[in-house]
């Protein structure tokens, strides 16, 4: 696989943990991120069942596991505040998608289809 | 009748059924009777109880949150903090500490367990609480300041700052999310204000689910009663919640809630109906008071022989 663009690594919400799975239009709560590797052209997925369940945050969560795991963008359905938030700090990219599945979104990507999201899309839920 | 204090939360699933307007009128009467009451304005993004009850304030003080702050020199971005975190509040990415305010609850821990000592909490005022008496009822009310969010601390605040009165009557803000919750926490029953519509009926089944969860008694008074259907009568059957009050649909009440003045005085003609309400709710409440919690009926002469 060729290098995406600047990124090495890149990361799709995910229902299933095959690159063909459907993907998940959440961030926080989706079940599986599968993370594309542009060096090797490999497809990671690492389960998100820790913080799909937390009572609060589990956007804050999410991002921070995608940062930890070197993730230098996601593609995902929608994204609140919070996780936008951390995800900016840590200089992530956030691209909104809503194809099928998980590749068809790399795929949309890699064709420079999606656009970059610049603020949250949807409302946290305060306290 | 027992002398046990007695806090009633008055809660509607949504704004607009008339909740301050019951609760004020509630405040008087049970006042009538000789007891001591406070009203406690718990609707802090948009208090109005004030408006009916025109107290005197004698005192203001400031509703805080205790918040961790980053000392940024100090932090090494080891994320300690983070993983401490009972509640999310903290993120730290590339060696960025971020807190959300809106999750953190100023436990402490992070401060505590920062291995750099990077972390110190700091008070930030989030509203007001003022203190006062008005119509012969003691008033308190907490004041979200604009742009905060923290309803629930200055909810907390007015609750703390309640005095020991007979009966306390909480004001609740409308809805079933976490500051109604807070409000309604430990209280000892629960007035469910609602109109028989469509709305109104789907409202109170959401605020019967809350107040089930928090495992509180509770009952319905029925505003505008002749003015929907009777669906919200047969719901209250089949469930088997009292409704300790109904007010009809009467244009009178409107215009006096408009020129600020409390329904009983302005409309004598009520105060019977919520002297009625009153006894039916008072007995109500005392009997779903938990055994031991109750004590024995005041009676001087055996306290003072034994
Ligand atoms: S625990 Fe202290 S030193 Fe470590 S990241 Fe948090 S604030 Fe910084
Ligand atoms: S004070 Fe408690 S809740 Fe708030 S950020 Fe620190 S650990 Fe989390």
Redesign the pocket.
Known sequence: MRRIGKVMKIAVTSTGKESASAMDARFGRTRWFMVADAETGAWEAHANEQNMNAVQGAGIQAAQLLVNLGVEAVITGHVGPKAFRTLKAAGVSIYLSEAATVEEALRLFRENRLSRVDQADVEGHWS | MMDRPLKIAVASGKGGTGKTTVAVSLALTAAATGKTVQYLDCDVEEPNGHIFLKPQIHSRFPATV???EVIEKKCNGCGV?AD???????AVVKEKVL??PE?????????LFCPQGA?V?ISRPVGTVEIGAGAGVAFIRGVLSIGQIMSPAVIAAVKDAAGDQEITLLDCPPGTSCPVIEAVRDADAVLLVTEPTPFGLHDLTLAVEMTRALEKPFCVVLNRFDLGDDKTVAYCREENIPIVLSIADDRRIAETYARGEILIEALPSYAPVFTDAWERIWTWCIGRMPEKEVPAPANRERTATS
């Open positions: 205790r918040l961790p903090c401490i975190c009972a509640y999310n509040a903290i807190i959300f999750l953190c609850r100023g436990c402490g821990a992070c401060s972390l909490e």
